[in-house]
């Protein structure tokens, strides 16, 4: 019988190999290491130069694009505005329609007027109850101003576009380097012929300054309105673009124009109501003050008031906006970009957005934090409902005491009385966040409402002087 052959490694050879083994390993953790130490290298030195010079800026480029050759990342972003995302009690859908002549527009949002008909009736005689549609992104602000039928029944001024288009650079054209003398000059020129001067949308120029990326504000009827708030406080000569804190700019360039303005004079100066305070109540003591009026309600002849878009005004009431927390937070939330922190410039709801606009305070799921939104939107647009509701009996009522014969005089309390709570219902109706941003200061303002046409209607039916006018 053969013998069996004895294949057991000899002790050298085992050897031999845990060693080249064990130089393998080190050499891998070896190359490992100096990899992660050059990845640390390389981010903190995209942290320590967060933008690569491409081109020069100054102050005289408006072009967004040109800017997104030094920031592509925050580019990228703004350029997604053209997004059209609805939340569930706000946003936008994209509607089809076939261009034409006076509107190559092929795609705009749904109606407000088609939605909630009785919208006609609160605005009769005024431009809105032609055209109100959702509202769109950033990237469209200038097109569908540009194209909305309210601008074949009503002549616009050029003031509108210092809410709607990059004016900055504009301003400083018409104005030969001054800013405040070109804003002067464009409010007083016919929007179509101000409209020849602007070519963009909100721009990086309106919100930073080229040099030093730091925030500003660029626009004067901000720029007047916070000074003038300032002074009802006990601050004089407030000059923003000096005095304001890093964190209150980042509400304050978002401020410059989601506010409640109203054009002021022959000359259509725009002018934002803050002499009194930023509440609903404050600022229509300001026009009780002053006597405006944005027209005379084709129904009822009360001299009427259109609220605009109030999202400072309403923000600064409420919990976020009293605790510091800014537009930017929740709306242009951080991201990580390698080893950048940026501005997502994707504006949009935080709805859309909850995990970093949201949970980044708040340590609850993303269906919960979602649901406590919708609850207190809900709560709003039922109240608003109600408002409603009782504005238009109230302007029905009118109508139909005008009809019988009573006289302006007689009529005169109940119009007053209509003009209050259709403005209080139109500031809480015009403010983009359905209530969100301020519940209870939204429900305290409707309720304010309701009670005013509940007494315009015991002004016409006593026909007497009712506690509640002054």
């Not at 070896?30 to 981010?43: F, H, P, S, W």
């Not at 919708?374 to 109240?383: D, I, V």
């Not at 359905?434 to 304010?448: I, M, T, Y």
Request: proline share 5%; glycine share 8%.
């Amino acid at each position: 019988m053969g013998t069996i052959p004895n294949h057991t490694p000899k002790p050298h050879r085992r050897s031999t190999l845990f060693y080249v083994v064990l130089v393998l390993a080190t050499a891998g953790a070896v190359i490992a290491g100096l990899a992660l130490l050059l990845n640390i290298a390389q981010r903190k030195q995209e942290a320590q130069s967060p933008f690569y010079r491409v081109v020069e800026l100054n102050d005289s480029i408006e072009d967004p694009e040109i800017w997104g050759k030094n920031f592509p990342m925050q580019y990228d972003g703004y350029v997604r505005t053209v997004d059209q995302k609805r939340t569930r009690y706000g946003g936008s859908e994209a509607v089809p329609r076939t261009p034409d002549q006076a509107d190559p527009r092929s795609i705009v949002a749904q109606s407000r007027l088609e939605q909630d008909p009785r919208l006609r009736t609160m605005w009769a005689g005024y431009a809105f109850a032609v055209d109100f549609r959702e509202e769109r992104g950033h990237a469209f602000m200038l097109e569908d101003q540009t194209y909305t039928k309210r601008q074949e029944v009503a002549k616009q001024p050029g003031t509108c576009m210092h809410c709607h288009a990059s004016v900055y650079v504009p301003y400083k054209k018409l104005g030969d380097g001054d800013l405040i003398k070109g804003f002067e000059k464009m409010n007083q020129l016919p929007y179509k012929e101000a409209r020849k001067l602007v070519s963009h949308p909100v721009a990086c120029i309106d919100c930073h300054d080229p040099s030093t990326m730091q925030l500003r504000v660029t626009r004067p009827g901000f720029m007047e309105g916070i000074r003038a708030l300032k002074a009802s406080q006990g601050v004089a000569d407030y000059d923003v673009n000096k005095m304001a804190s890093r964190q209150e700019m980042r509400a304050f360039v978002c401020g410059q124009c989601h506010v409640e303005y109203y054009f002021k004079g022959p000359e259509k100066r725009l002018v934002y109501p803050w002499a009194n305070g930023l509440r609903a109540d404050q600022i229509l003591a300001y026009y009780e003050e002053t006597g405006f009026k944005d027209w005379t309600h084709a129904e009822s002849g009360a001299p009427a008031l259109k609220a605009q878009h109030p999202e400072f005004e309403m923000w600064n009431q409420g919990i976020h906006g009293r605790s510091g927390v800014a537009c930017a937070d929740c709306h242009m939330p951080y991201q990580r970009e390698g080893a950048l922190k940026i501005s997502d410039h994707h504006v949009q709801s935080p709805l859309l957005n909850i995990n970093r606009a949201c949970q980044t305070c708040h340590k609850w799921s993303e269906e919960e934090l979602k649901t406590r939104a919708e609850t207190n939107q809900e709560r709003t647009l039922s109240l608003r409902n109600t408002a409603m509701d009782a504005l238009i009996q109230l302007i029905g009522d009118i109508k139909a005491a005008k009809a019988g014969g009573k006289t302006d005089q007689q009529l005169e309390q109940a119009r007053n009385f209509q003009r209050r709570a259709q403005f209080l219902l139109d500031f809480v109706e015009a403010e983009n966040s359905s209530g969100f941003h301020a519940p209870q200061e939204a429900v305290r303002v409707l309720g304010e409402s309701i009670n005013y046409s509940r007494l315009g209607q015991v002004a016409l039916r006593d026909g007497k002087s009712v506690a509640g006018t002054d």
